[in-house]
């Protein structure tokens, strides 16, 4: 299995709930990679939530801090306060409308931040505007949790990967699979540091940075 589909494929189950295949496929693994890393109280924000299953099932494994969705899709926003109310989550804010890649976006300081599969399907400049705003809004010492495929080394980390970003590219130009070490440059200079990279399954990475404190 490949990295995960876009946006585009994801179900409706008739209560405004959205169901992604992917989004249930990855979430018990990111589950366990994040649990190091989440705080002891606080805030932390998801960016780009999609449909929001992956945000209550965080919220409802790490219950000592407060879960504030977002996105960009009215249809995602809706979908994520359904899966709240069905489940009944008490620590979860209402989804937010937020572009992540807004030049001045401010919702911070977050002791946490968490984004799962949105960086391969963004232009270079958006993803480096995702990036200054994510280091705009953590708190010192606060870390962000990104999830996605990447290319390592230059390379596509396997075939399938490369077909996929072949057809995310055919799709737009301008989008597609990211280099780990560019995304890591850009994020030391906008003062984020890696403190851990971790293997997921299907060729995924999770990259964990920590905003340095002032
Ligand atoms: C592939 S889905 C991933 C959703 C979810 N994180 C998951 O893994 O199931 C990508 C999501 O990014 C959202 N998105 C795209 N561009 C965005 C932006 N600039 N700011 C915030 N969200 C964005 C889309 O609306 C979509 O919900």
Do not use: C
């Amino acid at each position: 299995m490949v990295g995960e589909q876009p946006h585009s494929i994801a179900h409706q189950r008739g209560d405004g709930r959205l169901s992604a295949p992917s989004a249930s496929r990855n979430l018990s693994p990111i589950v366990d990679a994040m649990e190091t890393f989440v705080p002891s109280q606080g805030v932390a924000l998801e960016l780009a939530s999609g449909t929001g299953e992956h945000i209550v099932a965080f919220a409802q494994a790490f219950p000592q801090v407060t879960w504030q969705p977002t996105d960009i899709s009215a249809e995602r926003l809706n979908s994520i306060d359904a899966w709240r109310a069905e489940l009944g989550v008490q620590n979860m804010r209402m989804a937010q409308f937020l572009d992540a890649s807004a030049p001045a976006w401010h919702s911070g300081p977050m002791e946490m931040i968490v984004t799962v599969n949105l960086m391969h399907l963004i232009p270079d400049e958006t993803a480096q505007a995702v990036i200054a705003g994510v280091a705009r809004n953590l708190a010192p010492g606060a870390v962000w949790f990104l999830y996605g495929p990447f290319r390592t080394g230059g390379q596509f980390r396997s075939e399938g990967d490369a077909s996929f970003h072949a057809t995310l590219s055919g799709q737009d130009p301008l989008i597609g699979y990211k280099d780990l070490e560019t995304v890591q440059a850009w994020a030391e200079k906008a003062g984020l540091h890696t403190v851990d990279l971790i293997e997921m399954p299907a060729n995924n990475l999770a990259l964990v940075l920590r905003r340095t404190s002032d």
